[in-house]
């Protein structure tokens, strides 16, 4: 049987998709490529899993329902579904909140509404984040925290996100599962994140952003241990117990708070080069700091993240140096 990954082009669904076929299995990826950061990475990732035969992709947008119909017609076959296609990014949604109607909303009814028509269903995973957590200020934050007060529209969007998923659970006992990604760094990740926006502009002798003066923590979490959370939960589906929907919630994350400053420190560290520094007040959708409780996550289905931030850091600009002939 096969997988299906949407957004099988980005950062996490690539690596997902990777070592998908790496342990035998058949993956149907879908993404459109779009251009909100370089597609020349997006191609370089597809380039590589295109090198599997046991990988096929459809080129197209997860909120198109007719394309989307069409591809899960020619693949009956598909029988678990990693959903990882949205517009990403808290900053963003500020300057285009359509865009995030458009893939978060409307493409995660269609992608749902289209699978649950699969004979063979039996387990569907989709990316929420550490967003919906919003002005929460209790630590760490417990997936039976409520989660109704949102900073910003991506948040907003996430959290309608799992509201969705967990109607389609009630209606149609579809097993669901939302994952709530914490910060994730590494390898082949965006170039809107941090950690390639601090180390491209230390190497070029500028200054890099950094708000709220430097007081900011966050729950940095590597690319290895989100995926291994990823597979782990994708192969324990809930079930229906007592008349319970089978729709779950759980952090992926690496269950510290760490400084951002300590995460500048390290990326001068592996360059053995010094950041200049431009601080900048606390931005609009941004939150002081994450931490998750990944005690469900753990008792579930044995997620363990294992990856320092020193060692993930290290990894991240090996790659970065190599990938873009930085000497």
């Known amino acids: 049987m096969t997988v299906l990954v949407t957004g099988a082009a980005g950062f996490i669904g690539f690596h997902t998709t990777r070592t998908l076929l ?12 779009n251009d909100y950061y370089d597609v020349s990475l997006k191609e370089a990732r597809l380039a590589i899993l295109s090198e599997s035969p046991n990988f096929e992709l459809f080129r197209d947008d997860i909120a198109d329902k007719d394309a989307v119909e069409a591809m899960i017609a020619k693949r009956p076959d598909i029988n678990r579904v990693v959903h990882l296609a949205a517009q990403a990014g808290v900053r963003y949604s500020l300057i285009n909140p359509y865009a995030y109607m ?3 909303l409307n493409g995660h009814v269609v992608l749902v509404e289209a699978c649950r028509k699969l004979a063979e269903l039996k387990h569907f ?3 929420s984040s550490s967003s919906v957590y919003g002005a929460n200020t209790k ?8 989660v109704d007060d949102p900073v910003s529209l991506y948040a907003a969007t996430k959290k309608s996100m799992e509201m969705i998923s967990e109607s389609y659970a009630r209606m149609f006992a579809i097993p669901l599962t939302g994952l709530r990604f914490f910060t994730v760094y590494g390898p082949w990740g965006r170039p809107d994140m941090a950690a390639f926006i601090f180390v491209k502009k230390i190497l070029a002798g500028e200054p890099i952003p ?17 995926v291994a959370g990823v597979i782990g939960c994708l192969d324990k589906p809930a079930l229906e117990v007592d008349g319970k929907m089978p729709h779950r919630v759980y952090n992926i994350g690496n269950n510290k708070s760490e400084s951002l400053m300590d995460f500048v420190a390290e990326i001068e560290k592996s360059l053995g080069k010094k950041a200049e520094i431009d601080f900048q007040p606390m931005q ?13 996550t753990r008792r ?18 090996a790659w970065y140096t190599d990938y873009y002939g930085v000497t």
């Open 300 to 317: 579930d289905f044995g997620f363990d993240p294992r990856t320092s931030m020193p060692e993930g850091v290290a990894k991240f600009i």
């Open 125 to 127: 995973v989709y990316a």
């Open 22 to 33: 790496a342990r035998g299995e058949k993956v149907v990826g879908i993404d459109i490529v």
């Open 102 to 104: 458009h893939s978060n």
């Open 284 to 296: 609009p959708g941004d939150v002081r700091e994450t931490f998750a409780d990944i005690d469900d």
């Open 210 to 226: 950094v708000f709220n003066n430097g007081d900011m923590r966050r729950d940095f979490t590597f690319i290895d241990d989100i």
């Open 139 to 146: 630590l760490p934050f417990s997936i039976k925290d409520r």
